[in-house]
């Protein structure tokens, strides 16, 4: 059976962290391959007043997936969508996640829909039992 691959946004990442039964199974799940950006470990790292404990665990976290870096072709991608998507509140962060689900051809999986919705060149995934 082939594995699914999606793009996880960082809300995702902080939902396994608080424990959210649906996180779990959908990081445990054999029949998956996950993908993360540089970007959502930057913002899980970064937190402030961030505990030594918390950092471990985010760090054992980032070992389940793979995490793909912002190349010269995916920051190109982000200032095109930037530029494309000037009107919208896209913040330079989401735009980089977004351009990484863009030019890596991965569905997307987030919480934040409204962040991402407008965004005519990501899939946005429709997995069962997610909150969205």
């Known amino acids: 059976m082939a594995r699914i691959s999606y793009l996880l946004d960082t809300d995702i990442l902080i939902d396994w962290l608080q424990n959210r039964p649906w996180a779990r199974q959908l990081i445990l799940a ?12 930057k913002e899980l790292l970064s937190k402030p007043g961030l505990k030594d404990s918390e950092r471990q665990r985010i760090l054992r976290l980032m070992h389940r997936f793979r995490v793909l870096k912002v190349d010269s072709t995916v920051a190109v991608a982000t200032s095109e969508l930037l530029q494309k998507y000037a009107d919208r509140p896209l913040r330079v962060n989401d735009a980089l996640i977004a351009a990484t689900a863009w030019i890596k051809k991965l569905p997307f999986v987030t919480r934040n829909r409204k962040h991402y919705q407008f965004i005519t060149e990501i899939q946005l995934a429709d997995l069962p039992g997610f909150p969205n």
């Open 30 to 41: 054999a029949d998956v391959r996950l993908y993360c950006s540089e970007v959502t470990r």
